[in-house]
């Protein structure tokens, strides 16, 4: 999950070899006219989307009128890390559309349509419609606010497509709206019980959902060396430590996809000193919807709050 990990990938010969492959696949159908329009043989509109949730959100919109497909379809695939093949190249070289996260946390997704000079194909980067910049937090879809945005922004995409379906485009981006309100509502909620308290975070993972809470993450720079994989300063563990020995933060935030001895040694701590610990994941757990994922992230933060309240 760490930017060291993601630049070793890219410098092994197999990410060469992979982007010289895609880059290949860019000239040959260019070469050959294939054009990427809206009308395909089965005459739908053709999304690649490199995570499941942005997917997710498409297919809601288009029903029937559309072709989704992820990239990244497993919660074990590191999408930081990943290397495209000429599998992929062919799906975004045929899509009307392609959706990414930005902020350097899919950048081979840039490979890959950069190769593909011919195309025509729309690329909505999230990380833009959110007014982001490199180097901001890339965990864009725990703040509850992203994917209303991400909605809206596909269903006037889809119906400049295919006009003809655009109110059907709005009706099913409505309906699944609908179904998103629920986390902005809670997450305003818990922020009017927050009180503006410490919590620390084994990764920033989190973070923007914690923002959205209220809280204030006081761990930023551990934090930031776990995402990286490497060992936070002796400073920054004795900090942490006596923030967690001292009750000075109000829970420790663990992603439970990225593990180390010295996160699961304050995981450990935290127990002892009876600090709740709220356990994340990076990537969507499968046989889970979007929604269902975040509110039980977000209902962890909502038990805490409602057993302080009773204390």
């Not at 992203?146 to 922004?153: E, I, L, W």
């Not at 006009?163 to 699944?176: L, Q, V």
């Not at 709740?276 to 992230?297: A, G």
Request: charged share 20%.
């Amino acid at each position: 999950m760490s930017r060291l990990q993601r630049a070793k990938h890219i410098l092994r010969w197999r990410g060469v070899f992979a982007v010289l492959a895609i880059l290949m696949v860019g000239i040959i159908l260019s070469g050959c006219g294939t054009v990427t329009t809206t009308k395909h043989a089965d005459n739908r509109i053709h999304v690649v989307a490199t995570l499941g949730f942005y997917g997710a959100a498409a297919q809601a919109i288009l029903g029937d009128r559309g072709q989704v497909t992820t990239v990244i379809n497993s919660p074990s695939i590191d999408a930081e890390s990943y290397e495209p093949d000429v599998k992929t190249a062919k799906l975004v070289a045929k899509a009307d559309v392609v959706v990414e996260n930005g902020l350097g946390y899919d950048s081979w997704m840039d490979r890959v349509v950069s190769a593909n000079d011919a195309a025509t194909t729309k690329t909505l980067t999230i990380g833009t419609l959110m007014g982001k910049k490199t180097g901001d937090n890339p965990h864009l879809w725990t703040d509850p606010t992203t994917m209303v945005k991400v909605t809206r922004h596909l269903v006037t995409q889809f119906s400049k497509l295919e006009p003809s379906h655009a109110a059907a485009f709005k009706r099913r981006g409505a309906a699944y709206e609908q179904q998103l309100k629920a986390l902005p509502q809670l997450t305003q909620k818990l922020a009017r019980h927050s009180h503006g308290q410490q919590v620390a975070v084994s990764e920033p993972v989190f973070d923007l959902a914690l923002e959205a809470m209220g809280y204030r993450v006081s761990d930023s720079h551990f934090a930031q060396s776990i995402e990286e994989d490497s060992d936070p300063t002796p400073a920054d563990i004795t900090k942490l430590q006596g923030q967690i020995k001292r009750h000075e933060i109000a829970f420790f935030v663990e992603n439970t996809q990225n593990t180390s001895k010295n996160v699961t040694a304050m995981v450990n701590l935290a127990k002892r000193y009876d600090i709740p610990v709220v356990k994340v994941t990076e990537t969507m757990p499968v046989h889970q919807s979007y929604r269902t994922w975040m509110l039980k992230q977000y209902q962890q933060v909502q038990r805490i709050q409602a057993k302080e309240g009773q204390s």
